[in-house]
T-cell receptor, first 115, second 113 residues
Framework: DAGVIQSPRHEVTEMGQEVTLRCKPI?????LFWYRQTMMRGLELLIY????????DSGMPEDRFSAKMPNASFSTLKIQPSEPRDSAVYFC?????????????FGQGTRLTVV | AQKVTQAQTEISVVEKEDVTLDCVYE???????LFWYKQPPSGELVFLIR??????QNEISGRYSWNFQKSTSSFNFTITASQVVDSAVYFC??????????FGKGTRLHILP
């Protein structure tokens, strides 16, 4: 398996534009997590899904952020409209909840810069 | 609520010294998992170890060792004979019955040649 795949790796956009980040989890994993990493706040959990259903989105900072998981092999995180303070590295991770409980595997991340 | 505290934001040691990274966690769950991840300068997050709440045995893997103590809610990580390649940010994480994985703020480790 190729691991968790995120695209794009880098994104530079202007304030006010819509940004869509993409993630393909590891096949067979039933959990998918979106994290945001900044110097100030570290690794924050934004939202996570189980079997394609959002379980907890309490970490999503504002209504400008939305996430979907239309099927087991794809998820998106959308920011509309984007703002400079959204600049961060966004990680997607997946895990398997079976026995033994498995750790989360992370993608390479998307570095987002909003100018 | 679950919480992970890594009180050491940054540590610098000279190569070949031993160094311990502290992790203290909070959870009301009786079954939970603890993790350590490494984030080298290249930015990816690399899994190091998983521990479940029923297994308090310490673990050693080469120069790495982990000390899990439920009595103090701690899961500390020691690197013996540190090397420059160990320079990275290290994260401790916790997952409880809801399978949500919460990370500490991380400890940035500098190994000086």
């Amino acid at each position: 398996d190729a691991g968790v795949i995120q695209s794009p790796r880098h994104e530079v956009t202007e304030m006010g534009q819509e940004v869509t980040l993409r993630c393909k989890p590891i096949s067979g994993h039933d959990y998918l997590f979106w994290y945001r990493q900044t110097m100030m706040r570290g690794l924050e959990l934004l939202i996570y899904f189980n079997n394609n259903v959002p379980i907890d989105d309490s970490g999503m900072p504002e209504d400008r952020f939305s996430a979907k998981m239309p099927n087991a092999s794809f998820s998106t995180l959308k920011i509309q409209p984007s703002e400079p303070r959204d600049s961060a590295v966004y990680f997607c991770a997946s895990s398997f909840s079976g026995t033994p409980h498995v750790e989360a595997f992370f993608g390479q991340g998307t570095r987002l810069t909003v100018v | 609520a679950q919480k992970v505290t890594q009180a050491q934001t940054e540590i610098s040691v000279v190569e070949k010294e031993d160094v311990t990274l502290d992790c203290v966690y909070e959870t009301r769950d009786t079954t939970y998992y603890l993790f350590w991840y490494k984030q080298p300068p290249s930015g990816e997050l690399v899994f190091l170890i998983r521990r479940n709440s029923f297994d308090e045995q310490n673990e050693i893997s080469g120069r790495y060792s982990w000390n899990f103590q439920k009595s103090t809610s701690s899961f500390n990580f020691t690197i013996t004979a540190s090397q420059v390649v160990d320079s990275a940010v290290y994260f401790c994480a916790l997952s409880g019955k809801d399978d949500k994985i919460i990370f500490g703020k991380g400890t940035r480790l500098h190994i000086l040649p």
